[in-house]
């Protein structure tokens, strides 16, 4: 899968006001069921070596998978993820650099200027949710992102960015790092408040993943149909 996106998509020409870093930006492994984030890490390992070293792209390690255990966050701040780099709120292209600021674990240490780099992981299990905020202005749902996170002072375990998404809405996007400590709703109705405070409305968030229990299901459906 890697190989065909790789092939496929020139990140060279790609423009977007979704951050990225590669034409695959980050593979995320997590332990399910009976799995051990230890046996996960492992697994997170081989693959970025293989990303790396037979496909040329440069791969970052993070979490369990890092020697450090590095976060996701810090690596892509290294990296200028979070930093447009065109006009209008816009990411385009790859950037213009012969040298990575830091060097990559796996892989060249030169960015092919079509592909970018990729970043993979081993955590515990994250919650991807969305708010839509009504509005055009990306710098209010920058504001309301920053004060939901934990780096600015907001809920533990919540990273927040806010993007612009087109026809007068904005979101805030957050990661929930330990959705058991800090869920949906929590963040729901904190950017609700926060929102009411600029003089915004707000639609339901939405998760942009599956659930746990809803993946090991399709697995095994997926495994008995396999088997019949």
Same mark, same amino acid.
């Given at each position: 899968?890697?190989?065909?996106?790789?092939?496929?998509?020139?990140?060279?020409?790609?423009?977007?006001?979704?951050?990225?870093?590669?034409?695959?930006?980050?593979?995320?492994?997590?332990?399910?069921?009976?799995?051990?984030?230890?046996?996960?890490?492992?697994?997170?390992?081989?693959?970025?070596?293989?990303?790396?070293?037979?496909?040329? #792209?440069?791969?970052?390690?993070?979490?369990?998978?890092?020697?450090?255990?590095?976060?996701?966050?810090?690596?892509?701040?290294?990296?200028?993820?979070?930093?447009?780099?065109?006009?209008?709120?816009?990411?385009?292209?790859?950037?213009?650099?012969?040298?990575?600021?830091?060097?990559?674990?796996?892989?060249?240490?030169?960015?092919?200027?079509?592909?970018?780099?990729?970043?993979?992981?081993?955590?515990?299990?994250?919650?991807?949710?969305?708010?839509?905020?009504?509005?055009?202005? #990306?710098?209010?749902?920058?504001?309301?992102?920053?004060?939901?996170?934990?780096?600015?002072?907001?809920?533990?375990?919540?990273?927040?960015?806010?993007? &612009?998404?087109?026809?007068? #809405?904005?979101?805030?996007?957050?990661?929930?790092?330990?959705?058991?400590?800090?869920?949906?709703?929590?963040?729901?109705?904190? #950017?609700?408040?926060?929102?009411?405070?600029?003089?915004?409305?707000?639609?339901?968030?939405?998760?942009?993943?599956?659930?746990?229990?809803?993946?090991?299901?399709?697995?095994?459906?997926? &495994?008995?149909?396999?088997?019949?």
């Amino acid at each position: 899968m890697v190989r065909a996106a790789l092939e496929a998509i020139d990140f060279g020409a790609h423009a977007g006001t979704h951050p990225r870093l590669g034409a695959v930006d980050h593979i995320c492994f997590h332990p399910l069921a009976h799995a051990s984030l230890r046996h996960v890490a492992d697994l997170t390992g081989a693959v970025a070596a293989d990303i790396g070293d037979e496909l040329q #792209v440069p791969t970052f390690l993070y979490g369990a998978a890092h020697r450090e255990g590095r976060t996701l966050a810090s690596i892509r701040r290294q990296l200028g993820y979070f930093k447009p780099n065109s006009s209008g709120d816009q990411w385009r292209g790859a950037p213009e650099t012969d040298a990575l600021p830091v060097a990559p674990d796996a892989g060249p240490e030169r960015p092919p200027r079509s592909k970018g780099v990729v970043v993979v992981g081993a955590t515990g299990w994250v919650d991807n949710y969305n708010v839509p905020v009504r509005t055009g202005d #990306v710098e209010a749902a920058r504001r309301i992102a920053r004060a939901v996170s934990e780096r600015g002072g907001g809920l533990p375990s919540v990273q927040a960015m806010g993007l &612009a998404h087109g026809g007068g #809405v904005v979101e805030v996007a957050c990661n929930l790092l330990d959705p058991a400590r800090v869920g949906a709703e929590q963040v729901q109705g904190m #950017v609700e408040r926060l929102a009411a405070g600029e003089g915004l409305s707000v639609g339901k968030g939405y998760y942009t993943d599956y659930s746990q229990d809803k993946i090991v299901e399709l697995y095994l459906k997926s &495994a008995a149909n396999t088997e019949g």
